[in-house]
């Protein structure tokens, strides 16, 4: 079983940064895939972005060139660099973990991300 903490959640205005963080409770060494979804009120949860254990990316075409994601193997750790910062980028950010190549297995509690002046 894996557990996921999501933290760096907040209130920021349009243009400004966040970083998000989601520590596992055990080594992500064998863990696939880690990835960053988004679930604003009244819209499904979808993909903002993954990284696999070999470092490949992916984002969703709304982040690129805003966000970046990253992992630090040794610390359990990924994040999510968030910049330029737009009022639709408002949600609750969940953290997951993917073993193999199927939907996500695990998911942090998430965290919520307000952009507003």
């Known amino acids: 079983q894996v557990q996921l903490v999501e933290s760096g959640g907040g209130l920021v205005q349009p243009g400004g940064s966040l970083r998000l963080s989601c520590a596992a409770s055990r080594t992500i060494f064998s863990i696939y895939t880690m990835g960053w979804y988004r679930q604003a009120p009244g819209k499904q949860r979808e993909l903002v972005a993954t990284?696999?254990?070999?470092?490949?990316?992916n984002y969703a075409d709304s982040v690129k060139g805003r966000f970046t994601i990253s992992r630090d193997n040794a610390k359990n750790t990924v994040y999510l660099q968030m910049n330029s910062l737009k009022p639709e980028d408002t949600a609750v950010y969940y953290c997951e973990a993917t073993v193999g190549t199927g939907p996500p297995d695990y998911w942090g509690q998430g965290t919520q991300v307000t952009v507003s002046s």
């Open positions: 990284i696999t254990s070999g470092g490949r990316l």
